[in-house]
């Protein structure tokens, strides 16, 4: 009894970490789905793993089977793991939008990049059994080769949780807000701060800012960091000033009966992300006299 206790729990560890491995994996790739070199390699060494697994499975059938049943969950928790701080933390349809994106890029590089790989060196792992008799060097290899990427996923998970928490946690506030002459131009002049109540950084690429005069779009304008980043640390709060010249005639055809003008400002923060530069908006109204000198 103790001897087949001793290998179920055995075959449990190896299907344990090569799920983990291979979700790894796919934890990375799910992100962007893009092929490059570095994924084909990465690819390849995980076949060459397979030929371990193969060789402690001893058998062709439970290994082809055990290798299926491990992509299915693979895929499935490396999906689960980046929807989950979606859903908690931005809203349940940014996770649909989310999880259909990753599961994409997650199927299209388990089944056109690792499995020609493992699929074929599967079988010389099983075939090694004939002619090679060291199955306890051969668990001692596979538990060293899977420990780091199965301990990286916990790595990479909490970073990645972390991230989405960081922008969940983004805040801005208008400190200031007129509009004013100079040389019979107006312009808008405000100041506002960024906050960030996370526990990452955050880098800001671009900043749109759409001005309304009531219904009517006034000004659209843009800040550009693709170059540098816009680093917002955590518990950092950043002081930003802008002045932008917007049209005298929507001023006036837009002034309500006490003379004030209603101003929306919509900021669109664009934010450098695993999935790419993903947007966070922003909302600001206000009352107005304007055009003082």
């Given at each position: 009894?103790?001897?087949?206790?001793?290998?179920?729990?055995?075959?449990?560890?190896?299907?344990?970490?090569?799920?983990?491995?291979?979700a790894y994996m796919l934890f990375q790739q799910a992100f962007t789905g893009r092929m490059n070199v570095h994924s084909l390699i990465l690819a390849f060494l995980f076949g060459l793993l397979s030929i371990v697994y193969g060789y402690l499975m001893g058998d062709i059938r439970d290994a082809i089977i055990g290798y299926l049943a491990s992509l299915a969950l693979a895929t499935a928790v490396s999906v689960?793991?980046?929807r989950r701080p979606i859903e908690i933390y931005i809203s349940e349809v940014s996770a649909e939008l989310v999880t259909m994106h990753s599961l994409r890029n997650a199927l299209i590089y388990a089944l056109f990049a690792i499995t020609p790989f493992s699929i074929v060196l599967i079988p010389i792992g099983v075939y090694l059994t004939t002619v090679v008799d060291s199955n306890?060097?051969?668990?001692?290899?596979?538990?060293?080769l899977t420990l780091v990427p199965s301990s990286m996923l916990i790595v990479s998970?909490?970073?990645?949780?972390?991230s989405i928490y960081s922008i969940r946690r983004l805040e801005v506030h208008v400190e200031d807000i007129s509009i004013g002459l100079v040389s019979n131009r107006a312009f808008l002049n405000m100041t506002y701060t960024i906050s960030n109540g996370g526990i990452r950084?955050?880098?800001?690429?671009?900043?749109?800012?759409?001005?309304?005069?009531?219904?009517?779009?006034?000004?659209?304008?843009?800040?550009?960091?693709?170059?540098?980043?816009?680093?917002?640390?955590?518990?950092?709060?950043?002081?930003?000033?802008m002045s932008v010249e917007v049209p005298k005639f929507k001023i006036e055809r837009n002034l309500i009966a006490s003379g004030k003008l209603r101003v929306s400002i919509i900021f669109e923060i664009?934010?450098?992300?695993?999935?790419?530069?993903?947007?966070?908006?922003f909302h600001y109204t206000t009352l107005l006299s304007p055009l003082q000198a």
């Amino acid at each position: 009894m103790s001897v087949k206790l001793s290998r179920l729990i055995k075959r449990c560890l190896v299907e344990l970490l090569y799920i983990t491995t291979l979700a790894y994996m796919l934890f990375q790739q799910a992100f962007t789905g893009r092929m490059n070199v570095h994924s084909l390699i990465l690819a390849f060494l995980f076949g060459l793993l397979s030929i371990v697994y193969g060789y402690l499975m001893g058998d062709i059938r439970d290994a082809i089977i055990g290798y299926l049943a491990s992509l299915a969950l693979a895929t499935a928790v490396s999906v689960l793991l980046i929807r989950r701080p979606i859903e908690i933390y931005i809203s349940e349809v940014s996770a649909e939008l989310v999880t259909m994106h990753s599961l994409r890029n997650a199927l299209i590089y388990a089944l056109f990049a690792i499995t020609p790989f493992s699929i074929v060196l599967i079988p010389i792992g099983v075939y090694l059994t004939t002619v090679v008799d060291s199955n306890t060097m051969m668990y001692v290899l596979f538990i060293s080769l899977t420990l780091v990427p199965s301990s990286m996923l916990i790595v990479s998970y909490n970073r990645y949780c972390g991230s989405i928490y960081s922008i969940r946690r983004l805040e801005v506030h208008v400190e200031d807000i007129s509009i004013g002459l100079v040389s019979n131009r107006a312009f808008l002049n405000m100041t506002y701060t960024i906050s960030n109540g996370g526990i990452r950084e955050v880098r800001i690429v671009l900043i749109n800012y759409k001005i309304y005069f009531g219904q009517e779009i006034a000004r659209d304008v843009s800040e550009n960091f693709y170059a540098l980043p816009l680093v917002i640390r955590p518990h950092v709060i950043v002081t930003r000033y802008m002045s932008v010249e917007v049209p005298k005639f929507k001023i006036e055809r837009n002034l309500i009966a006490s003379g004030k003008l209603r101003v929306s400002i919509i900021f669109e923060i664009y934010l450098k992300t695993p999935f790419g530069n993903t947007p966070v908006t922003f909302h600001y109204t206000t009352l107005l006299s304007p055009l003082q000198a």
